[in-house]
Structure formats: C-alpha cells, structure tokens
C-alpha cells in the first residue's frame, strides 16, 4: 500500500470515529425535555464531546473537573461567613431606612473576602486547638465561595421587617420580639424549604442555567486563576488582567455619572435642546417620559434590572419587544386619548395621585381603627395612576396567567422527567460530579417547612393580626404553585415573574379592608417563593463550583438565620434611639422611604381595596382582560411552534415579554433600553462575530464592570455624601450645569399634558 493510500485510509478512520462520537453527541442532545432556545445543536456537540456543558455559556465560566480535596468546611470559611452575615445585613438594615442610601451586596463580600481570607493564609498560625485547624493552608476557590454564599444569603433587608416597622409608623402597633422574630424566621426559611424540595426541578437538569450565576462563578475562577477547557485557546491578555483593567475603569469611571456630571446617566440630550416641550420631553426623558434618547453612559442604570451580558440575547429581545409595545406603542395612545384621565396625570410616575394632581393623602381616608373611612374617601378623591403605572399592572396580571399557561404547554414534559429522575441520572458533567458528594435528604427540608409553619401559625393566633389562619395557607398555596414554572423561566431567561401584584389583588378581594393582613399574605405569597428561587439560584452556584451540599444546607440556613436576627436587632435599636425615625423632617435622612411606599400600598390595597380600582365598572376595570390576553397568547406560539419548530418562534416567550418590564415603576425607560443596545452588541453581535473573545472575557467584563461600580457606589456614599448630612460638594459640584440640566425640563420635574385648574376626573365615586 503506498504512503497515500496508508494516510488516506488514517484520515477516514479518523473522520469514522469522529462522526461516531459527532452521532453519539446527537443521541445525547436531549438535555431538556422541552424545546430549550438556548440551546445550538453545533455548541452542544462541542459540549458533549468534550464532556462538557452543551451551553457555551457554562462552559465559559464554569469548569467541567472537581478535586474532592479541596478544603472547604474549614475553621477560616466559617468565620468569615460569620462576620460577613453580622455586618454586611447589620450595615444594610440601618442604610435601608435612610435616604440617600447605599446597598452592600454580595458581589462587595466576593471582592474583600478574597484579600482577607488570603490575609489569614499568611499571618495566622497553623496551629490545632481542640481539633480544629486554625490555618488549613492556602485560602481555596471553594472556602471563598463558601463565604460568599453566605454572605448573600441575607444582604438585603428581609421584606418582614418592613411589615413590622409599617406598624410601627403608620399604625402605632408594637409587638414585641418574640412576634418579630418568629415572623422574619417563617418568612425567610419557609422559601428555603421549598427551593430546596424544588432543586431536582430548578438546579440539577443542565438547561437551568442561571445565566446570573455565570458572572459570579467567573469572578471567582478569575480571582483564583483557574483554568480549564471552557475558556478557549484565544491569546491575549489573561482573564485576570483583564479583571483589574475593567474593574479600576469601572470604579473610576462612576464618580463622572455618579457624582460630578450626571447629565451623563439621565443622557436626555433631545430634552435639554427643548426643555418646555411637553410632548418631546414625555417621549424622550427619562425621569417621567418613555425614554426615546436611547442612550446613558452610567453602567449602574443599563445593570438596574440585570446584567446585559449574562441575559442571553432571545431573552433581552422579548424584553424589548415588550416594552417597544406596551410603553412606545399601547402607552401614548392611551394617554394622549386621555384614558383614565391620564393627560393631567405625567406619563411615567411611580406616584399615586388625587383628582387635584397631588400625591394621593392616603391618611385622609382611614379611620381611627385604621380601616377605611368611607365618607372621607367620598369627600375626597379617588386614586389615579400614571399610564405607564396602570400598563405596568395590567402586564403583571398577563404574567401571572400567561406562566402557568407557557408551563402546561412547554415544560410539563420536563417537570414530569424531573420528577422521576435522580441527581445521578442527569445528563449533565456537573451533576455527575456532584453526586459522588452525600447530599440532604429531602426530609432536612421538610423539617424546616413545618417548624416555620408554626412560627406562622403561632405570629397570626397569639398576636392580633385580623389574619385568618386560612389566609396563610393560600398564600404559601400560591407560592407553591408558582415556583417551579416561575423558577425554570428565570434559570433559562434571567428574568423572574413577581407574585407581588397578584397576592396584593387575591387578599384585597378575600380579607377586604385589613392592612396587616394584606402585608402578611403579600409577604407569605410573594416573598415565599422569591426566597425558593434565591436559595435555588445559589443551590446552582454551589453545585457549579462544587460545594458539598450538606455544607450548602448548613451554611444557608444558619446564615439567613442569622442575617435576620440582626436585622432586626438593627432595626429595634435605630427606633430606640434615632428621634424622630421615619419622619419627613429626620435631620440625618432616615426618612424610612421604602416603609413610605410600603405602608402606602397596605392602605391601597388593604384599605381602599382593589374592588374600588380593577372590578368592572371601576376606572381600572378594564385592564381585567389583560388575565385573558396573557393565558391565551402561549397557546398561539405553541401552535406555531407544532406547525414550524425551527421557526423563530421559538424564541418567543410571552411570560418575559409581559414580565421582562416589571419593574417599570420604580424602574424608567433609561433602565431598559440602553440595556436592550448593550445585550444586542454583546450577546449577538459579539458572540456571532467574535466567539473566542466573548468566550474568554465577556463575563469577566461583566464581573469587572460590576464590581467597579458596586465598590465605587460605596466610595462616593461614605466619602462624599454621608458625612456631613450630603453638604459636601453643596456649593459647587452640586450646582453646576452637569448636575442640573436634566431637571429642568418637563421631563425632571414631571409634567403633565394638561394644566389642572381645580379637580379633574369623575363627579362621584364609591
């Protein structure tokens, strides 16, 4: 046989054996039971060749190895977790109630464990007191994420604890400790439960990416110089290089749209050149209008909602289809029609409004029992809401019935498979990995469901609550229900739809006319399954990067607990202490905004009551059709997708077209659509153009942009704003055009298409 007839026979058994392995990828490809759109049938072979993640997303940011010896329930983790979970939530809860404030979040503790665990590394003995190994060595990947896990757990106030200071302010109840705690304890640990019985559903099927994880799981491989087969064979400057060029770019960069020019974050340019123009400034601002300027230079505006570059693009592209509709299309037909009187309203507001065009006085319609006072409500003016306010709601009420309908049609295989298939049948690297370690057996779990549901039981029976016992059960029903299809959307869009509307409108029809009770069931709703996904969302970190999972279980439990304990021992002492807490005229701004806002809507929905703004016949009525408009719109992209499944189609998914803008208010235009432009570049541009370089750097840049702008937040808080009381920089930087121009236009100071001379809207009302 001649040397070409030898290399030719080489090659097509080299070709052979490749197209076997290509033909068993393809056998192996159906990792979701449902049609996944982040799914290429080419990167998925690549994946599953290289027994690797099918998602190159994943395989990105996360390594396909574990080395089981590596230290991570050590004396070090543990302590640093500790002090973590004392002072980030301690230091969180006394900025909550003040204003300005300034959040401290997790990503803040990655960043400064990494020098402090490697601090201990070097200076503590390694010495061995009762067992226990005081310096195990060199401070591991997994000890930090340990850390950092519990760090995040409880970063944010915990919802109750503005239940228990509503009561305080805007009802004069104080109940003692004993109440609070047990309330916080249900209220956090009750959604743990869940995500945890739920986590074969949301965390272990490799489709469930949580694509928020991959930034985080980046930084920590960045921060630790791991390398694996994921990242590519792209040149250049190394990941972590790379790291520090973009974090000291970010950081600095805010003081410009964060403090000294921030014209550059509200980049209203079409504003500044007509300012009185109501009708440009509506369409272009972005204070009060709908944002058509299309462009900010502030990093921490595009990221409000969630990072551009761990959305994949499908998703980011149903988010902006929806806004493009419901905000530039639907929004100014409504309004400039005048619908629900909304010319004398401002088109975009976050307030709630009277018939004089005044925020509305909600303490002018209670009672001295804290009820409604119907006469006085008679006497004195309905509620109005902005256009964007009224869309907003009606898009929550699509969302709620659109998610379980999109669930039924298109995850209900998936659900089924999961149910019956154990961690080490997925067809997943990481699963694989993580089944060699013990894992919590679902009776953990359920012994903390039922010792927080009698937390519940004993909150609502021993103290006066007006909250029926059967309220608490339907709306932990309702979280229930919720969880599994509102989770896997969020695991594979980035985007989660909020119960928070949906258990406002359940409990003001079924317990009419009691504020706490309304609190309570939003918060037992809502927050229950908010919590699951959280604790499910970090249950995906630790099995991304290896975390034993009873370590995980023992880690998040203790740490909420914890957290909320000294939260509300933060809490107790600032009203002990501070004089005039939560008032308007607080000379050290702890003027409590978010209890304002929360007690506002007890009144609103709890008081007044939804029956007086969304039954037929009422000035809201009519946005009831959106229920039907977002249970019927999945069953078209369904049919379609049966008739052409490799259609476009399927990248349709009306839960986050209907959700991906929920939070529009507080939220404005400027928050979505440079947002939308950003994804677009990096997410399709890039990644279709330039595939090895997103590969190596795109969630690294994501890390480095945001943790620049998170320690720069806290740089400019501390040192420019909090000392003082906000005086520095009064006289100068404050004053100068940069820092003005925005807010004085018709868009800054909210203005509305018509003038209001007295009252406006109906003549009666009930």
């Avoid at 072979?45 to 996360?62: F, K, Q």
């Avoid at 998936?414 to 298939?421: E, G, M, N, T």
């Avoid at 909020?498 to 258990?503: P, Q, R």
């Avoid at 320690?711 to 820092?739: D, E, H, M, R």
Wanted: charged content about 10%.
């Amino acid at each position: 046989m001649s040397a070409y007839a030898a290399h030719s026979s080489s090659n097509g058994s080299v070709e052979k054996i490749d197209s076997e392995k290509a033909a068993l990828a393809i056998g192996a490809l159906p990792l979701a039971d449902f049609d996944d759109p982040n799914i290429n049938k080419d990167e998925a072979i690549t994946g599953v060749l290289e027994d690797d993640s099918p998602y190159p997303e994943v395989r990105s940011a996360v390594a396909n190895t574990d080395d089981m010896s590596i230290p991570v329930s050590t004396f070090r983790a543990w302590s640093m977790g500790f002090f973590w979970v004392i002072i980030i939530p301690g230091l969180n809860q006394f900025f909550f109630f003040r204003y300005p404030s300034v959040n401290i979040n997790g990503m803040v503790a990655q960043l400064l464990s990494f020098p402090m665990g490697r601090f201990w590394a070097s200076v503590v003995p390694n010495v061995t007191i009762f067992g226990v190994h005081l310096n195990p060595g060199p401070f591991t990947i997994k000890e930090h994420v340990l850390v950092t896990i519990m760090a995040t757990v409880g970063w944010q106030s915990a919802y109750a604890t503005d239940i228990i200071a509503v009561q305080r302010v805007f009802y004069g109840q104080t109940f003692n400790f004993s109440y609070q705690w047990m309330l916080v304890m249900s209220t956090q640990l009750i959604g743990f439960s869940l995500g945890g019985i739920m986590r074969r559903f949301l965390v272990l099927p490799p489709s469930m990416i949580w694509p928020t994880n991959l930034v985080t799981c980046a930084l920590f491989n960045t921060l630790h110089a791991q390398s694996y087969a994921g990242i590519g064979n792209r040149g250049g400057i190394s990941r972590e290089r790379f790291f520090v060029y973009v974090f000291l770019a970010s950081c600095a960069w805010y003081f410009f749209p964060g403090y000294l020019f921030q014209a550059l974050s509200y980049f209203t340019w079409v504003c500044w050149i007509a300012p009185d123009n109501v009708v440009v400034n509506q369409l272009f601002g972005y204070e009060s209008g709908l944002g058509m300027s299309l462009i900010t230079f502030d990093w921490a505006q595009i990221t409000y909602v969630v990072n551009p570059l761990a959305t994949p693009w499908w998703s980011e592209a149903n988010v902006l289809v929806g806004f493009v509709f419901f905000f530039w299309i639907l929004t100014p037909i409504l309004y400039y029609t005048n619908a629900w009187y909304s010319k004398f309203l401002p088109i975009m507001s976050r307030t709630s409004y009277d018939n004089t065009g005044a925020a509305y006085n909600v303490t002018a319609i209670l009672g001295t029992d804290g009820t409604l006072n119907a006469t006085a409500y008679e006497a004195y003016s309905p509620l109005f809401l902005s256009t964007t306010f009224a869309v907003s709601y009606g898009l929550s009420f699509a969302s709620i019935t659109a998610t379980i309908t999109h669930a039924v049609l298109f995850f209900r295989k998936q659900i089924w498979a999961q149910s019956r298939r154990s961690i080490d049948e997925q067809p997943d690297i990481h699963a694989r990995l993580m089944a060699r370690y013990r894992q919590v057996p679902e009776w953990w779990y359920l012994i903390i469901f039922v010792i927080m549901f009698v937390f519940g039981i004993i909150v609502i029976e021993v103290w006066p609550t007006q909250f029926p016992v059967w309220g608490f059960v339907l709306a932990l029903l309702i979280a229930f229900l919720y969880i599994i299809p509102i989770g896997m959307i969020q695991a594979i869009t980035n985007q989660q739809v909020g119960l928070n509307v949906i258990t406002e409108l359940v409990v003001g029809y079924a317990i009419p006319g009691r504020p706490l009770a309304m609190m309570l069931f939003k918060t037992w709703g809502y927050i229950t399954m908010a919590q699951a996904l959280q604790f499910a969302q970090d249950f995906k970190l630790g099995h991304y990067m290896k975390i034993p999972p009873r370590t995980m279980f023992f880690a998040q439990v203790s740490a909420a607990a914890i957290a909320g304990t000294v939260q509300l021992g933060v809490q107790a002492w600032m009203f002990t202490n501070i004089v005039d807490m939560c008032s308007i005229t607080q000379p050290d701004g702890f003027i409590c905004p978010s209890t304002q806002v929360f007690g506002t809507a007890s009144i609103i929905w709890g008081v007044i009551g939804p029956q007086r703004q969304f039954s037929p016949g009422q000035m809201y009525g009519g946005l009831l059709w959106f229920f039907l408009v977002g249970a019927l719109c999945p069953f078209g992209a369904w049919i379609i997708s049966l008739k052409w499944p490799n259609s476009f189609i399927r990248y349709i998914n009306f839960p986050v077209i209907f959700t991906g803008t929920a939070a529009i208010p507080p939220a404005t235009a400027v928050n979505f659509v440079p947002w939308a432009i950003v994804g677009f570049i990096f997410q399709y541009v890039i990644r279709r153009r330039h595939f090895s370089w997103w590969t190596k750097y795109n969630y690294v840049l994501a890390a480095g942009l945001d943790s620049g702008l998170a320690i720069s937040i806290i740089l400019i808080f501390f040192c420019l704003q909090y000392p003082a009381n906000g005086t520095i920089g009064a006289t100068n930087v404050a004053k100068w055009w940069g820092n003005n121009v925005f807010l004085k236009t018709a868009d800054g100071k909210g203005m509305s298409y018509y003038t209001i001379n007295g009252t406006f809207g109906p003549s009666t009302w009930g």
